[in-house]
């Protein structure tokens, strides 16, 4: 049995869910507490010495790490449905806009990096908050343009199927939605993700619904 090890709130691990409810995988889960710093158990270090999630552990014992380097594994051994186009254009558009939440975005606002702010570096809750979403409002600033520039009317980052972008966006919206960012001036990323949580794919794999979570 395929496992993935995850939190429930991590926005990584969510794209993993996705990706694997969009294949129609069976797997377990293997919570990995982050705020309680199970991550930086030595077991869990062994197996990934990054201390983070997610880590797949495949059917066939093969241990992955890095959220974007799995999906793209799970969608090259599972080709259906695709999550990246088929023409070469459309490909490195997608990856792009994924990029741009996974690199850009989220790991300037990701849990290690706010208890360092809130820690270390001793910021208020205020301060941490205008931080955060000083970040969010950067990223969706420029990904609202890209969105409408680039493409029509299509239902999904890139058309009107799910793609490897709408994986990484609707996880970010639903942090940003956690910290009460204002999204008003993002009509199009609210739409998309309204389109994708429709999906039973996406509905499973929100944070409310999965084990760990309470």
Known sequence: MTTLYGYFRS????????????????????????VKGEQRDAAFRGQNPQGLVPMLVTDHGVRLTQSLAICEYLDERHPEPALLPADLEGRARVRALAQLVACEIHPLNNLRVLKHLTGELGLDEAAKLAWYRHWIHEGFTALEAMLNRETGSGDFCHGDSPTLADVCLVPQVYNAERFECNLEAYPRIRRIVANARALEAFRHAAPEAQPDAG
Request: net charge positive; no cysteine.
């Open 11 to 34: 926005s990584a691990a969510y794209r993993v869910r996705i990706v694997l409810n969009l294949k129609g995988l069976d797997y377990e889960q293997a919570p990995v507490n982050l």
